[in-house]
C-alpha cells in the first residue's frame, strides 16, 4: 500500500449506547435483519458490546454499560452521559498506527485549537478468551477537554491483527444479512449550526481533502462521503444494498439502505 493511500482515513465502525437490559435482548431486536456477532467486555471493567460485522470491513457497535458500574465511573466516562438509543459516535481506522502521525501532522499545521490526543491505549477480551488491544485518538479542544462524543470522529488503531477484532473475512457467514446490507454508502453529522463554520475546518484537516472515506475491504460501492449539516446533535447513516428501503435498528433508530449500484 501506498504512503498516500496509508494516510486516508479507512471506515471503522459506529457507536449505539443501549442499556445492559437492550443489549442482551439485541439479537431479538434485530432477528430478520441483521446477524449478530458476539463482541465481549472491555478492558475498563465498565462496558460490553455485541456487533454487527458489514460486508465493507465496518461493523456496527452495540455497547452498554454494566447495571452495577459506579454512577461516578459511568459519569467520567466519555460516552456516560450520552443518551441510550442512540448512535453516539464514530471512527475510522489506518492500516497502521504510525500512520496516524500524518493526520496529527497536518493539525499542528492548521493550528486551529483543535486536534486528537495520543493514542491512548484500550482493548476487550472476546467471548472465546482472545484478548484484542488497540490504540484510539479521542478529539480534544485546545484548552485539553474533551469534544463532545460524536461532533468529531476518532480513531481506532489495531495493536492486535485487525481480523480478530473486525472478523468479517473470516466468517463471512456473519456479513451476510436478511435484509441484504452491504456496507455503509455515507455518513452525516448534525451539529448546532453555530458550530459547523469551525467544523468544516476541523474536517479539511481529518480528511487532508474532499470529505472521502476508504472501505476496508477495497469496496467501491456506494458514495463513501461523510457531510455536515445543522440541527440538533446525531450521527446519520446511510447503508447500501440488493434491498433498497427502510431498517430499524432500535425503537425510533431507522436507517435507510440505498440501492446498490448497477
Not at 62 to 72: C, H, R
Request: charged residues 20%; negative net charge.
Amino acid at each position: 500500500m501506498s504512503s498516500q493511500a496509508a494516510q486516508l482515513p479507512i471506515l471503522d465502525h459506529f457507536v449505539i449506547l443501549v442499556s445492559h437490559n437492550d443489549l442482551l435482548g439485541i439479537s431479538q431486536q434485530l432477528d430478520g435483519q441483521f446477524n449478530l456477532a458476539p463482541g465481549g467486555n472491555h478492558a475498563d471493567g465498565l462496558t460490553t458490546n455485541k456487533l454487527v460485522l458489514l460486508p465493507d470491513g465496518s461493523y456496527l457497535e452495540f455497547i452498554a454499560f454494566f447495571d452495577d458500574v459506579d454512577p461516578n465511573r459511568r459519569r467520567s466516562h466519555r460516552w456516560g452521559n450520552e443518551t441510550e438509543g442512540t448512535i453516539i459516535d464514530w471512527a475510522f481506522t489506518l492500516p497502521s498506527e504510525t500512520d496516524f502521525g500524518v493526520v496529527q501532522s497536518r493539525f499542528q499545521t492548521a493550528n486551529i485549537g483543535t486536534s486528537y490526543t495520543d493514542p491512548i491505549p484500550g482493548g476487550r477480551t472476546r467471548p472465546d478468551g482472545t484478548v484484542l488491544k488497540w490504540a484510539v485518538c479521542t478529539p480534544k479542544k485546545g484548552d485539553g477537554d474533551a469534544v463532545t462524543p460524536g461532533t468529531m470522529p476518532f480513531w481506532c488503531l489495531d495493536r492486535t491483527p485487525r481480523e480478530r477484532r473486525v472478523p468479517y473475512e473470516l466468517e463471512p457467514n456473519l456479513t451476510k444479512h436478511p435484509n441484504g446490507v452491504q456496507g455503509v454508502s455515507s455518513v452525516s453529522v448534525q451539529v448546532p449550526h453555530g458550530e459547523i463554520p469551525n467544523l468544516r475546518k476541523v474536517y479539511d484537516v481529518i480528511f487532508g481533502g474532499p470529505w472521502k472515506y476508504n472501505a476496508h475491504s477495497g469496496s467501491t460501492s456506494g458514495n463513501h462521503i461523510v457531510s455536515l449539516s445543522g440541527g440538533e446533535k446525531a450521527i446519520k447513516l446511510v447503508f447500501y444494498g440488493s434491498n433498497p428501503g427502510k431498517v430499524s435498528l432500535l425503537p425510533g433508530l431507522v436507517l435507510e439502505i440505498e440501492s446498490l449500484p448497477n
